[in-house]
């Protein structure tokens, strides 16, 4: 039972490429999420989804994208990086929707250039 | 809307010492709220956890009360450790919401 996994580990972007940030968990979860940590901002909500084929903005969605296809993959689409992305991202998921418990990743930290 | 406050950091203490963390939120109705860790490199995990007024949740020695009349959730623990050294995020969902609102997180450095 790996629990949530996420890749990279670490992304060096230039201003304007595009990339996905995968994320992935082996525990059934109906929901997952993708949080940005940011220093003395705490983390902000992106996007989520309370199952496959559902998913909503939260906080700060501008310049990102998802999809949830199946219930173990929720990625995280940069369309065209910014260096205000550059941040931790962080996946996470939860059995239900009272996120009575999230489990999270080890994050990505992603640099744009 | 929704929000969390937290103490600013950074807080360093020596072992044994007792740590308080200040945690205080805006919500309408009754939400859950949250106390979670992440020590250095990893994920944030999930502390402790109360869901109505004057719930105490508790884990690993730490302690936290759902206080209505003050809303606070403040973190405490009694006897710290050098493993204990991590950043502590308050939390918070309100009934019926997908999210949870953060604090900005408050860095606490135990040193032997």
């Known amino acids: 039972n790996a629990g949530v996994t996420q890749t990279p580990k670490f992304q060096v972007l230039k201003t304007g490429q595009s990339m996905t940030l995968q994320c992935a968990q082996d525990?059934?979860?109906?929901?997952m999420s993708w949080y940005r940590q940011d220093p003395g901002m705490g983390l902000r909500l992106i996007h989520y989804s309370v199952g496959a084929g559902i998913t909503d903005q939260g906080e700060v969605p501008n310049g990102y994208n998802v999809s949830r296809s199946t219930t173990e993959d929720f990625p995280l689409r940069l369309l065209s990086a910014a260096p205000s992305q550059t941040s931790v991202y962080f996946c996470?998921?939860?059995?239900?929707?009272?996120?009575?418990?999230?489990?999270f990743g080890p994050g990505t930290r992603l640099t744009v250039t | 809307g929704n929000s969390v406050t937290q103490m600013e950091g950074p807080v360093t203490l020596s072992e044994e010492a007792f740590l308080t963390i200040n945690c205080t939120y805006t919500?309408?109705?009754?939400?859950?709220l949250f106390w979670y860790v992440q020590y250095p490199g990893e994920g944030l995990q999930l502390l402790l956890k109360?869901?109505?007024?004057?719930d105490k949740g508790s884990n690993k020695g730490f302690e936290a009360t759902y206080r209505k009349e003050t809303t606070s959730f403040h973190l405490e623990k009694g006897s710290v450790q050098v493993s204990d050294s991590a950043v502590y995020f308050c939390?918070?969902?309100?009934?019926?919401?997908?999210?949870?609102?953060f604090g900005a997180g408050t860095t606490v450095t135990v040193r032997a």
């Open positions: 109360a869901t109505k007024a004057d």
């Open positions: 525990m059934n979860h109906e929901y």
């Open positions: 939390a918070l969902r309100r009934a019926g919401d997908y999210k949870l609102s």
């Open positions: 919500a309408t109705g009754y939400p859950s």
């Open positions: 996470a998921s939860s059995p239900d929707r009272g996120l009575d418990e999230q489990y």
